[in-house]
T-cell receptor, first 114, second 113 residues
Framework: DTEVTQTPKHLVMGMTNKKSLKCEQH?????MYWYKQKAKKPPELMFV???????INESVPSRFSPECPNSSLLNLHLHALQPEDSALYLC?????????????FGEGSRLTVL | DQQVKQNSPSLSVQEGRISILNCDYT??????FLWYKKYPAEGPTFLIS?????DKNEDGRFTVFLNKSAKHLSLHIVPSQPGDSAVYFC????????????FGSGTRLQVQP
């Protein structure tokens, strides 16, 4: 069982919709991440939060808006997406000062934009 | 510009034999290297890691070797089992304070019974 929980597992939305992806972890990790993975490609970093503050934004379009309400939760708000944004969105967490670099991933949210 | 490369998109081995997955990197600032395993429709699962100050780390059937001068690492699985069939991602972390991982493109391993 993964200790990083993502909801929903599947999401279909139109280009005018507003939706959110949610991620929760209870491992006491203070760093949380959003990655995007397209088919047959590696996960690509989108955002990093460290101690609930946004520390890395990999030049992600503003139609993706992250939010970290507290140390256990991470949201990704979606608005006016394009069909090419369809992908698997992975949330991960880690110790903020972790020495081993290990990230713990959730199972992902499969997003389809029509 | 891919900083972490896995040049073999797929590998097929017989059950009981050794599987060797390779990974090359270009960034000399990487201080930790990790291998993740991914099944379809699931998130990546951590397998094993190695610090840049070491050249070998072993955990059960899994051993990772690091050759810093060649900027190359490999994952050995022995003996290979059908349940090992998955996509394996090599990942690396920079010591510059940017804690996020950079992933290779993955190698699909198929272990034949």
């Amino acid at each position: 069982d993964t200790e990083v929980t993502q909801t929903p597992k599947h999401l279909v939305m139109g280009m005018t919709n507003k939706k959110s992806l949610k991620c929760e972890q209870h491992m006491g990790h203070r760093a949380m991440y959003w990655y995007k993975q397209k088919a047959k490609k590696p996960p690509e970093l989108m955002f990093v939060y460290s101690y609930e503050k946004l520390s890395i934004n990999e030049s992600v379009p503003s139609r993706f808006s992250p939010e970290c309400p507290n140390s256990s939760l991470l949201n990704l708000h979606l608005h006016a997406l394009q069909p090419e944004d369809s992908a698997l969105y992975l949330c991960a967490s880690s110790q903020a000062g972790g020495s081993t670099g290990e990230l713990f991933f959730g199972e992902g949210s499969r997003l389809t934009v029509l | 510009d891919q900083q972490v490369k896995q040049n073999s998109p797929s590998l097929s081995v017989q059950e009981g034999r050794i599987s060797i997955l390779n990974c090359d990197y270009t960034n000399s600032m990487f201080d930790y290297f990790l291998w993740y395993k991914k099944y379809p429709a699931e998130g990546p699962t951590f397998l094993i890691s190695i610090s840049s100050i070491k050249d070998k780390n072993e955990d059960g059937r899994f051993t990772v070797f690091l050759n810093k001068s060649a900027k190359h690492l490999s994952l050995h699985i022995v003996p290979s089992q059908p349940g090992d069939s998955a996509v394996y991602f090599c990942a690396a972390r920079s010591d510059t304070g940017r804690r996020a991982l950079t992933f290779g493109s993955g190698t699909r391993l198929q272990v034949q019974p």
